[in-house]
């Protein structure tokens, strides 16, 4: 899969807002090309609103370097799967990742890891997904979108209500 692969399938999805951060979107410099997928059905994004994907293709100094994403052309798939899920990928709760942050190679391409830096939140991660990941990244990112309609529809106001 490549980059370009994902944003397709991803913003494919019902109601995907995606965005390439750049100087035009107003993103911190910092950002400037990586890409962030909203859960966003009527297209006005408030700016609380998380994304429940991200692709990310370069370090950030001093945060996020565990991946070496400075390589050329590695980028990192990072998908928010929940607790629930966490747990059965990777065999313990995000809460327990820090006891077993060693454990992980997160400079190994596709292969499906926590995420180095928000596991705790139930994130996971794939450098270069390929052969190996392709179908399970396709199949995460679909629960992952379907999770964040269903919790931001639950917010919405239903019609006729106040």
């Known amino acids: 899969m490549t980059q370009d692969d994902i944003v397709e399938f991803v913003a494919g999805l019902p109601g995907v807002a995606a965005e390439t951060a750049s100087e035009a979107t107003g993103a911190p410099e910092i950002a400037w090309g990586d890409t962030f997928f909203y859960y966003d059905p009527d297209g006005d994004r408030p700016v609380e609103r998380l994304p429940f994907a991200t692709i990310v293709i370069k ?8 991946s070496d994403l400075n390589r050329p052309g590695v980028f ?7 607790r629930k899920k966490f747990e059965e990928l990777v065999g313990h709760p995000p809460a327990a990742h820090a006891d077993h942050r060693a454990d992980f190679d997160y400079t190994v391409t ?35 979108h379907a999770r964040e309609a269903e919790r931001l529809d639950r917010r919405r106001p239903k019609p006729g209500r106040a």
Do not use: K, M
């Open 110 to 144: 596709d292969r499906l890891l926590p995420h180095p830096v928000y596991a705790a939140q139930g994130w996971i991660c794939v450098l270069n997904p390929s052969d190996a990941t392709a179908d399970q990244a396709r199949s995460l990112l679909s629960e992952a």
């Open 76 to 82: 990192r798939l990072n998908i928010a799967v929940g």
């Open 59 to 66: 370090d950030y100094d001093g945060f996020d370097t565990a």
